[in-house]
């Protein structure tokens, strides 16, 4: 059964914990689902997990679209957001609603997602348009890394408390999204506290990563968690090492050709010369 909108409500309702994952490929996407994931976010983090960018900046509209594709073909039942890239949205609203829309036309995306800043009132205004057009939208608030250099690092939000004004901007801004139409909202790095406050505040589904335990469901980085290359963050953890197991296959192959082990008898086609 596809996950709507709908289902992630009816999950919410029974208080079971909502569940996503990035992919950024069809393989993996192919597992993520499989797996019974709700969500698969083709994130912008496609851009150092991926594409061998440094960051998520220089990600295209064109490269966010190709992910998103290859997972949605990929996607039997999670729904697939496209995470929509630095700049594809907020220079003008025209762009970023015709923008938005590419996702869902071109790519089958289900839904796409866009960072806002504390009081952001241009992706406030955009998620307005989007939601109002169709164009089902998932905020994310906190530590929104297309805005890392802004910011000044990746620095845990909400250290004040979750009593302080910065707490108060941040619940302002997720239910100002809300009244915009979102339908689930990212929380990335924030203290449990200010997660525990915006998640009490707002009805729709709020998705942790690095915000704690007090949120409706978690999202982790699909290469964190399979250890592919993988940075050891606090807020992550390794389910597997595939770094280990992928440099195995490949060094073994190496020294199989090189030592004519490879190909051997069984992977020749008939009429086999002896
Ligand atoms: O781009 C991404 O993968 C994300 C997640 C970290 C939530 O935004």
């Known amino acids: 059964m596809p996950t709507t909108i709908r289902s992630l409500e009816a999950k919410l309702e029974n208080g079971e914990p909502l569940t996503m994952l990035t992919a950024y490929d069809a393989p993996i996407a192919r597992f993520v689902d499989a797996g019974g994931v709700d969500m698969i976010l083709v994130g912008d983090t496609a851009g150092h997990n991926h594409l061998g960018y440094e960051d998520p900046l220089p990600v295209t509209m064109q490269e966010a679209l190709s992910n998103t594709a290859a997972v949605s073909r990929a996607a039997e039942s999670a729904m697939v957001i496209g995470d929509m890239p630095f700049l594809s949205y907020g220079t003008s609203l025209e762009t970023s609603v015709e923008n938005a829309g590419r996702f869902l036309k071109e790519s089958g995306a289900d839904a796409v997602k866009l960072e806002t800043p504390p009081g952001g009132e241009t992706t406030i205004e955009i998620t307005a348009r989007c939601t109002e057009l169709g164009i089902p939208v998932q905020g994310h608030l906190g530590l929104t890394p297309q805005r890392m250099n802004e910011i000044g690092g990746p620095v845990i939000q909400g250290r004040e408390g979750p009593d302080s004004a910065f707490a108060d901007e941040l619940v302002a801004t997720a239910e100002r999204l809300e009244e915009a139409g979102i339908f689930s909202l990212v929380l990335e790095g924030t203290t449990e506290g200010v997660a525990k406050r915006i998640t009490e505040a707002i009805d729709v589904p709020t998705i942790g990563i690095?915000?704690?335990?007090?949120?409706?469901?978690?999202?982790?980085?699909?290469?964190?968690?399979?250890?592919?290359?993988?940075?050891?963050?606090?807020?992550?953890?390794?389910?597997t090492d595939l770094d280990e197991?992928?440099?195995?296959?490949?060094?073994?192959?190496?020294?199989?050709?090189?030592?004519?082990?490879?190909?051997?008898?069984?992977?020749?086609?008939?009429?086999?010369?002896?």
């Open 245 to 274: 197991i992928v440099r195995g296959a490949v060094e073994e192959y190496v020294e199989e050709v090189e030592d004519g082990a490879f190909p051997a008898r069984e992977n020749v086609y008939e009429p086999i010369d002896d």
């Open 210 to 239: 690095g915000a704690g335990r007090h949120v409706d469901g978690q999202v982790l980085v699909i290469t964190d968690l399979l250890g592919l290359g993988a940075e050891d963050y606090k807020l992550s953890k390794q389910y």
